[in-house]
Structures are given as structure tokens and as C-alpha cells.
Nanobody, 117 residues
């Protein structure tokens, strides 16, 4: 089992920045990709960014050039971060962290990001 806990959400003005973090604990060995998805009110959950165990990132077109995903190790936890800059009101959503281990996808409970205009 893998447990994921997100942090760093909040309220920010358009054009501002936020940094989200997700700590993975439990059976973290052999976690391959870790990433972020988001779900805006009334919309389906959508892909934001992913990073493989080798450090290769991939981004949704809507956030490319504004968001940066990174990954690190801290004692018994894998941490994936999402640095978000030049935020827009349309970035408002609940952001979910996920981790893929042996084909099983684990999800965090999400953290709310609200961007005011």
C-alpha cells in the first residue's frame, strides 16, 4: 500500500504562484511515475503533469511553461512537488497527487487551489 498526502493548496491572485507537495509513504519502493491531476467544479478530472522514476517530466499543454514538476526522496518518503507560476482563474481546482506502482494507481485526497481574478 502507498499513502499519499498533498499539501500547499490555498487562495492566490491571478498571476501568482503556489507550490504543491505530495508525500508518498508505505510501500514506496518500485514506485514508477508520480504525478498530478486536477478537477475543477463540474468538470472531469484531468491530467496536469507526471514525472517518472528516472526524472522525465511530461505536462498538459494547458500548464506547459508555467508549472514544473519535481521529485525527491526524504528518508522513508517519496516527494513530488508541483511549482505553479503565472496562475490563472481557470487553474482553480482540487489537485490530486497519484503514484503508479506495479500498475496500481494510488491517489491522495486532494488539495484545493483557488485563483482569484
Amino acid at each position: 500500500q502507498v499513502q499519499l498526502v498533498e499539501s500547499g493548496g490555498g487562495l492566490v491572485q491571478a498571476g501568482g504562484s503556489l507550490r504543491l507537495s505530495c508525500a508518498a509513504s508505505g510501500s514506496i519502493f518500485s514506485i514508477n511515475a508520480m504525478g498530478w491531476y486536477r478537477q475543477a467544479p463540474g468538470k472531469q478530472r484531468e491530467f496536469v503533469a507526471v514525472i517518472t522514476s528516472g526524472g522525465s517530466p511530461k505536462y498538459a499543454d494547458s500548464v506547459k511553461g508555467r508549472f514544473t514538476i519535481s521529485r525527491s526522496r526524504d528518508n522513508a518518503k517519496n516527494i513530488v512537488s508541483l511549482q505553479m507560476t503565472s496562475l490563472k482563474p481557470e487553474d482553480t481546482a482540487v489537485y490530486y497527487c497519484n503514484a503508479n506502482r506495479y500498475g496500481t494507481v494510488y491517489w491522495g485526497k486532494g488539495t484545493l487551489v483557488t485563483v482569484s481574478s
